[in-house]
C-alpha cells in the first residue's frame, strides 16, 4: 500500500522540478543601455572587442575566431583583423520592427561581411540578449532550422 502511494507521490515532486527549470525563450535585455540605442553605439564604439563564443547550428565555433580582433566603428564600419589580414564589414544597432514576444527586448544587432567565409558566418541580424560595458551577448533563430545561434564578444 505504501508503493501506491509513493509513486504518484514522487511523479508529482518529478512534475513539479520540470515545471521549476522553465524559463523565458527571450531574456530580458539585461544592460545599464536596455533599448537606447546612443548608449549601445556608445558601448560598441569604444576598444577592441573579440568573439568569447559562438555557436552556430549546434556547432561551438569559437576557436575559429581565436586571432580576430573587431572595432565598431563610425558610420556603420565594422573593422576585423587577425596576424595576416584586415577585414571590412558593416554594423548597425536597430530597433526591432517585428513582433515577438518579449517587448522588452527589441535590439537587433545587424553584422555583414563579404569575406572571408570565416567572418561571414558572422553576418547575420541578431536579437541583442544582454549588454554591458565589457560584454555583448546575441543570439538568432533565423533561417536555421538547426536551433539558435549564440554569439558573445567580449572587449579586450
Known amino acids: 500500500m505504501k508503493k501506491l502511494f509513493l509513486y504518484p507521490l514522487l511523479f508529482g515532486v518529478f512534475l513539479l522540478n520540470v515545471a521549476g527549470t522553465c524559463c523565458a525563450d527571450d531574456p530580458e535585455v539585461v544592460s545599464i543601455a536596455k533599448n537606447n540605442l546612443i548608449k549601445v553605439n ?51 544597432v536597430v530597433k526591432s520592427n517585428g513582433i515577438d514576444n518579449n517587448p522588452n527586448n527589441d535590439l537587433d544587432f545587424v553584422i555583414s561581411f563579404s569575406s572571408p567565409e570565416t567572418l561571414m558566418k558572422l553576418s547575420e541580424h541578431w536579437d541583442v540578449t544582454e549588454i554591458e560595458e565589457t560584454k555583448v551577448r546575441l543570439k538568432s533563430k533565423s533561417d536555421n532550422v538547426d536551433g539558435i545561434n549564440y554569439l558573445t564578444f567580449k572587449k579586450k
Open 42 to 92: 556608445s558601448i560598441l564604439s569604444e576598444g577592441t572587442w573579440k568573439v568569447s563564443y559562438f555557436l552556430d547550428k549546434n556547432s561551438n565555433l569559437t576557436s575559429e575566431y581565436s586571432g580576430y580582433n573587431f572595432a565598431f566603428g563610425t558610420n556603420e564600419i565594422l573593422t576585423s583583423n587577425n596576424a595576416a589580414n584586415t577585414f571590412s564589414g558593416k554594423w548597425s
